[in-house]
């Protein structure tokens, strides 16, 4: 149980393109997701908690109008990364979390993006 | 300020039996979670400890004491397949998710 589903896998697109991101939940609601950025050997790094139904929330430093996010329903939220640049290209990761606050948070498989 | 601190790498070999620490300090604590992650992969759940004591799921046990702030994962009977980062992620007060900058665990033959 508890699979995430994330597309596309890879991307690599020229600069100013814009990028969409899916992450879905495939065996369980979930009413909070989560979109992390993580460049090569470094941590984790949140960038927006996701809420069904409401504007997401963004980290200190993450640009909202670069990052929209959409979670539309229970099993879906978008990452879309506007007019994207060399700098954006990282590898991005979507988590979801079931009911529940304390609820581990299970990750996608992560979307390599490359900006040429 | 919140803070988690883990070791940033550790060596072990295969077959042997490995304890990777975790210390917090973090405003409330709701539970500790321990991910894995391979190269170039996302994080996959390994244990999830909210109450004092151990919890053993095959060759992986976390161990948890709120009073020291304190919890580690042991894993055991260590495999190649076992060379990944450890993420140890702490629930806070207001259920956020504090995480942990990982341990690089390096298993040699």
């Known amino acids: 149980g508890a699979v995430v589903s994330q597309h596309p896998s890879w991307v690599i697109c020229k600069s100013g393109t814009s990028v969409k991101i899916e992450c879905r939940s495939l065996d369980f609601q979930a009413t909070t997701m989560f979109w992390y950025r993580q460049f090569p050997k470094q941590s984790l790094m949140l960038m927006a908690t996701s809420n069904e139904g409401s504007k997401a929330t963004y980290e200190q430093g993450v640009e909202k109008d670069k990052f929209l996010i959409n979670h539309a329903s229970l099993t879906l939220s978008t990452l879309t990364v506007t007019s994207a640049h060399p700098e954006d290209s990282s590898f991005y990761i979507c988590s979801a979390r079931d009911r529940g606050e304390a609820q581990p948070q299970h990750f996608g498989d992560g979307t390599r993006l490359s900006i040429l | ?109």
């Open chain 2, 1 to 109: 300020g919140q803070n988690i601190d883990q070791p940033t790498e550790m060596t072990a070999t295969e077959g042997a039996i490995v304890q990777i620490n975790c210390t917090y300090q973090t405003s409330g604590f709701n539970g500790l979670f321990w991910y894995q992650q391979h190269a170039g992969e996302a994080p996959t759940f390994l244990s999830y400890n909210v109450l004092d004591g151990l919890e053993e799921k095959g060759r992986f046990s976390s161990f948890l004491s709120r009073s020291k702030g304190y919890s580690y994962l042991l894993l055991k009977e260590l495999q190649m397949k076992d060379s990944a980062s450890y993420l140890c992620a702490v629930v806070d007060s207001n259920y956020q998710l504090i995480w942990g900058a990982g341990t690089k665990l390096i298993i040699k033959p």
